[in-house]
């Protein structure tokens, strides 16, 4: 089962105008993880994305054990 953590975004993607990122990751960290999903603050449809990227059942059986959420 994939575990969520939650953090704050990071300076500088308050600086991009970021208002959600996620990442799947077997580790509790980001750096080694590969992919960050990142949600601007003027996307149209950025509530679809953030529930999309929120539901993370789909990995239960993967290598990833964290969705380390930022917001």
Do not use: A
Not at 27 to 34: P, V
Not at 52 to 68: A, G, M, P, T, V
Request: glycine share 2%.
């Amino acid at each position: 089962m994939v575990k969520k953590l939650y953090r704050v975004l990071t300076k500088d993607q308050r600086d991009r105008g970021i208002i959600f990122s996620s990442c799947l990751s077997p580790y509790t960290f980001e750096e080694l993880s590969g992919t960050i999903h990142e949600v601007h603050k003027d996307d149209l449809d950025k509530w679809e994305k953030i529930n999309r990227l929120k539901d993370d059942k789909f990995f239960n059986r993967s290598h990833f054990k964290y969705n380390i959420i930022r917001s």
